[in-house]
């Protein structure tokens, strides 16, 4: 099974990408961005790393930079009559869209920590997560400076909360980053994509 590297298109006079999700969610699958979720409407498993849970709608968080997951909905909205029922809106950026050393100035010190947090992925919950929501849910339909200026305000909300929790093990993502570490790779993918079957050696070789 291989890992996947979905693009989504980023138009042209954008520093970054906000879109909204009405389709089939992508796979098991990982990528450069920095990523922000927020599921509008849909139930059903969601894995980050080797972090497997239920979503439901309201679900929020934060996923590093190739840190491999997916969100698999319920038979209910993916056989839906009148077609796929979730709905996500998502937030992706580089880490250096708005500069190099952007996240790197002082005032922006604990910024830069959940970001460096947010390789394990990164659950909102409480005031922080109904705030974010409030501030999300419509983007997708703001012009460009309205979206950097929320995304902003995003930003300030999620450095001076500890309304989080870490999703993935802290070792998890050391198989994706090194060289010749590939049968361990695929092994982790197989087990996250099968976790309710029972699982044989050979199978994952």
């Not at 450069?32 to 972090?51: S, T």
């Not at 849970?53 to 491999?68: A, E, I, T």
């Not at 209910?76 to 796929?84: A, K, N, S, V």
Request: net charge negative.
């Amino acid at each position: 099974m291989k890992l996947e590297n979905p693009k989504l298109l980023q138009d042209p006079d954008k520093s970054f990408i906000v879109h909204y999700e009405n389709k089939s969610f992508a796979r098991w699958h990982h990528h450069p961005e920095y990523e922000l979720v927020l599921i509008l409407n849909g139930k059903g498993k969601r894995m980050i790393g080797d972090h497997i849970d239920r979503f439901d709608k309201n679900d929020l968080v934060l996923l590093g930079s190739y840190l491999p997951h997916e969100y698999l909905c319920d038979k209910e909205y993916m056989d839906h009559p009148d077609g796929f029922q979730g709905r996500a809106i998502v937030y992706q950026f580089l880490k250096d869209f708005l500069g190099a050393q952007f996240f790197e100035i002082p005032e922006n010190r604990n910024l830069s920590r959940i970001l460096d947090e947010s390789y394990r992925g990164l659950q909102f919950y409480g005031k922080t997560r109904d705030k974010l929501i409030s501030l999300i849910e419509n983007s997708y339909q703001m012009d460009g400076t309205e979206r950097l200026y929320s995304l902003f305000s995003i930003f300030k909300i999620i450095c001076q909360t500890r309304e989080y929790k870490l999703l993935s093990s802290p070792g998890f993502m050391k198989p994706f980053h090194n060289k010749g570490d590939e049968p361990i790779q695929k092994a982790l993918e197989y087990i996250v994509q099968h976790f309710q079957e029972e699982v044989a050696m050979k199978d994952m070789l």
